[in-house]
């Protein structure tokens, strides 16, 4: 039997959010900094209030789109989060500091499925981060799309990316509960990370969370 995939939930915005996403079986929740664009952005002291508030088990992401690891190390320092979520291209050696920095610190690297040339990008992201998360921006875009597009991309891509890299990869963009069975069947994630296919006029929805859950046990 295929181990069960996990889910994290991104855009929370407070804490109730955080208690309903967990509520219906989620194992993370993200958490969005500052952004050049995308939904969800929240202030850091509410970052520090859910990350606060979640209990061990429950993996809190700061998604940050800073290049550097000095940066995001006082990012993370003050938000006080388990993870952070790369959003953009940093530094080279970026993961590599933060965990000399931050040893308890998980450091997941986002690559934007744009095309091929994202395998190979992925597989090299992978030697410096604790996993990968693939999403559906475009960081050359005029204003950069860097998560929350709610776009779907080439998910035979994803999977030739889980195929080759060793560690824990993340699916998200444009997934909902209708076609999240699909997407765990073609790529194959360690886990999947939704935020709009999840909301109703941009709050967490409880009847789309239990379909999605729903959908997962089912497959």
């Known amino acids: 039997m295929p181990a069960p995939v996990r889910v994290k939930i991104c855009c929370i915005r407070d804490v109730e ?7 219906a079986g989620a194992s993370a929740l993200g958490l969005v900094s500052e ?3 995308g939904p969800g952005v929240i202030d850091e002291a509410t970052i520090a ?3 606060a508030a979640a209990p061990p088990a429950v993996a809190t992401f700061l998604l940050t789109c800073l290049p550097d690891a000095a940066r995001i190390a006082d990012q993370v320092r003050r938000t006080r989060v388990s993870t952070v979520q790369i959003c953009d291209r940093p530094e080279p050696g970026t993961g590599g500091a933060l965990h000399r920095e931050m040893p308890a610190l998980k450091v997941v690297q986002v690559v934007h ?24 921006g475009n960081p050359a875009a ?31 963009g ?6 999240a069975e699909e997407a765990i069947r073609t790529v194959r994630p360690w886990a999947l990370d939704v935020c709009s ?11 789309k969370l239990e379909r999605l859950f729903a959908a997962i046990r089912l497959r």
């Not at 040339?117 to 559906?136: H, T």
């Not at 005029?142 to 994803?158: F, N, P, Y």
């Not at 444009?174 to 076609?179: M, Q």
């Open 49 to 51: 209030e859910v990350a």
């Open 17 to 23: 959010e955080a208690r309903l996403a967990i509520g």
């Open 113 to 136: 499925v744009t095309g091929p040339a994202s395998v190979d990008e992925a597989v090299e992201a992978a030697q410096d981060a604790d996993a990968i998360l693939l999403d559906s």
């Open 197 to 207: 296919g999840v909301r109703t006029d941009g709050r967490l929805d409880a009847g």
């Open 35 to 37: 952004m050049p664009s």
């Open 142 to 172: 005029r204003v950069k799309e860097l998560g929350g597009t709610g776009r779907r991309h080439d998910w035979a891509l994803s999977a030739r990316i889980v195929a080759r890299v060793s560690r824990p990869v993340f699916l998200a």
């Open 174 to 179: 444009g997934l909902t509960p209708e076609n």
